[in-house]
DNA sequence: GTGTTGACTATCG
DNA sequence: ACGATAGCCAACA
């Protein structure tokens, strides 16, 4: 219901915090052994085209965070650093180490490995 | 307030 | 399969 009273500059960032900690909360769900596309985190974070915000989230993670964040590609199975960077090979090592594997276009090897929520 | 940017995505040729 | 395009939306300059 509109109360008359437009959000306040409070309100619009705490709105905004709880959209990143839904997104943190669905990438922190993905089961070890799969991955997400970041649409679909978006999604299950309740947000229907967030694509780009859930690659916001996770480029400003920090470099401890707990956040599983190497299990999130781009709708092409593919990972979405450029191909050779630092963060690149730690991605697809770490997936690797999980038991995801990629073919020689850099894609995931089977459609098995995509998780969809539960 | 306007314009640009980006770890995105669906669609088209 | 692949590159170009347009749509998308929050953050930033």
């Known amino acids: 219901m509109a109360s008359g ?22 990438i922190h769900a993905i089961p070890s052994g799969r991955v997400c596309s970041y649409g679909m985190v978006a999604r299950l974070a309740g947000l229907a085209n967030g694509a780009r915000q859930t690659a916001w989230a996770l480029r400003h993670l920090p470099r401890d965070t707990k956040i599983p964040w190497f299990r999130v590609i781009n709708s092409q199975g593919k990972i979405a650093m450029p191909e050779g960077s630092r963060g690149y090979r730690e991605q697809r090592r770490r997936l690797k180490a999980e038991g995801v594997t990629f073919n020689d276009s850099g894609r995931i090897s089977s459609r098995s490995f995509w998780w969809e929520g539960d």
Do not use: L, N
């Open 5 to 26: 009273t437009r959000p306040s500059a409070a309100e619009k960032a705490q709105a905004a915090e709880e959209r990143r900690q839904r997104i943190w909360q669905v």
